[in-house]
């Protein structure tokens, strides 16, 4: 699986940005998905992560009510909506896939074999 993330920016604190994760290669909609973040001189974190059925959604604490995950299976693709975005928002935020993830790992970034380039979310006035 190829992933690539796009839709990233500057933005004030208070806005939106929605993310886009395009995936090729097979069976896409067989894998469930994961965004993650990393700011400068910080581990890479866990943001939000779906299945593969769209049915079932997790957040970090820190975005819960503020940003929304979703995938179209149709059309490839994962985004994360971000709303009332704050400075410390700010990261390179990635775009992951993984297969099997048993209850209490999806949100373990060592889950995920797959990863995309990153796309850099700054928020800033």
């Known amino acids: 699986v190829q992933l690539v993330e796009s839709g990233g920016g500057l933005v004030q604190p208070g806005g939106s940005l929605r993310l886009s994760c395009a995936a090729s290669?097979?069976?896409?909609?067989?894998?469930?998905m994961g965004w993650f973040r990393q700011a400068p001189g910080k581990e890479r974190e866990f943001v939000a992560a779906?299945?593969?059925?769209?049915?079932?959604?997790y957040y970090a604490d820190s975005v819960k009510g503020r940003f929304t995950i979703s995938r179209d299976n149709a059309k490839n693709s994962v985004y994360l909506q971000m709303n009332s975005l704050k400075p410390e928002d700010t990261a390179i935020y990635y775009c992951?896939?993984?297969?099997?993830?048993?209850?209490?790992?999806?949100?373990?970034?060592?889950?995920?074999?797959?990863w995309g380039q990153g796309t850099q979310v700054t928020v800033s006035s």
């Open positions: 992951a896939a993984t297969g099997y993830a048993p209850l209490g790992t999806i949100t373990n970034k060592d889950r995920y074999p797959y």
């Open positions: 290669g097979r069976a896409y909609s067989n894998y469930n």
């Open positions: 779906i299945r593969w059925t769209g049915g079932t959604t």
